[in-house]
């Protein structure tokens, strides 16, 4: 499995934007499909976006569609999330996953996780 290391949460208002980065160490990372779920306080752990092993098929929560974007660099071993037109409600832990290796996009999506971040923290406030 890889190992996983976000960055780029911090204080940002209703209304703006804000990319996290995640960044990822071990071997094979183009073998996995990876996404970005989030958990807010006294909320469960709720999925927000995942991308496929090749960047080519994403796939949003209803919630962000329109909004936030996923995108991967495999010659960097990198994911990202780009959050426009941040609301309140966007408050929360954001964490980086790894499904597992050779996973389809699916497997994200479904809460198959083999790897998590440690997560950043994004607050939503004016």
């Known amino acids: 499995q890889v190992q996983l290391v976000e960055s780029g949460g911090e204080l940002v208002q209703p209304g703006g934007s804000l990319r996290l980065s995640c960044a990822a160490s071990?071997?094979?990372?183009?073998?996995?499909?990876m996404g970005w779920f989030r958990q807010a306080p006294g909320k469960e752990r709720e999925f927000v976006a995942a991308?496929?092993?090749?960047?080519?098929?994403?796939y949003y929560a209803d919630s962000v569609k329109g909004r936030f974007t996923v995108s991967r660099d495999n010659a960097n071993n990198m994911v990202y999330l780009q959050m426009n037109s941040l609301k309140s409600e966007g408050a929360a832990v954001y964490y980086c996953?790894?499904?597992?290796?050779?996973?389809?996009?699916?497997?994200?999506?479904?809460?198959?996780?083999?790897?998590w971040g440690q997560g950043t923290q994004v607050t939503v406030s004016s």
């Open positions: 071990g071997r094979d990372f183009e073998a996995y499909a």
């Open positions: 991308v496929s092993w090749s960047g080519g098929s994403t």
């Open positions: 996953a790894a499904g597992p290796k050779d996973g389809a996009i699916i497997t994200v999506i479904r809460g198959d996780i083999g790897s």
